[in-house]
């Protein structure tokens, strides 16, 4: 079981679409039994009560979320349980549960990827960035000092031209005398 970290459940999780794809009924299933579990361990007085509402909720869920993972429902699921998503206000509907997710993904995806930013400019002010070789120099310094030079590109007229042994410049044909040509002369 992996560990309910949001960088975890976004990374390692499966994506419940996949998931729809490969076991439809399993997928279903599952996303049932969290928000059953879910609606049962919050006491709300305005709330799911059938089955039939569970299945109409994860069937939301399924329509308004594709790219969420069971992962990350099940952590998002877990901070409600804890009350960190807000405040419900005795009320636990289809449109709160797809409310919290959608919050979820909003501020712990945000959270994730300023994690990551933050790691990487701690990286580059020591000195390492992805894109900078290990020296210090960048990849155009590098090719500057290799002295590569520059590969002559032919257009396509050029090669078609070349190929057929034609010139670049008009022939001028010589057209038959005429009247006007004459009184030239």
């Known amino acids: 079981m992996l560990a309910l970290d949001a960088r975890a459940a976004y990374y390692e999780g499966t994506k419940l679409k996949e998931a729809l794809q490969v076991d439809p009924e399993a997928t279903r299933m599952a996303l049932v039994s969290m928000v059953a579990d879910l609606v049962q361990f919050i006491d ?3 709330t799911l009560h059938s089955t039939d509402d569970f299945i109409f909720t994860a069937d939301s869920i399924q329509q308004h979320l594709p790219g969420i993972t069971l992962e990350e429902i099940r952590l998002a699921f877990q901070l409600m349980k804890q009350g960190q998503m807000g405040k419900l206000y005795e009320r636990l509907k289809t449109p709160e549960i797809i409310g919290c997710l959608e919050s979820y993904l909003q501020n712990q995806r945000r959270e994730m990827v300023l ?71």
């Open 44 to 46: 709300a007085k305005k």
């Open 115 to 185: 994690e990551v930013r933050r790691a990487e400019q701690q990286e580059e002010i020591k000195g390492y960035s992805p894109h900078r070789p290990a020296g210090g120099r960048s990849l155009a310094a590098l090719l500057d000092e290799m002295d590569i030079p520059e590969p002559k590109r032919k257009g396509l007229g050029t090669q078609i031209r070349e190929r057929h042994g034609w010139s670049k410049e008009p022939q001028k044909k010589q057209l038959p005398c005429s009247a006007h040509d004459k009184e030239q002369e």
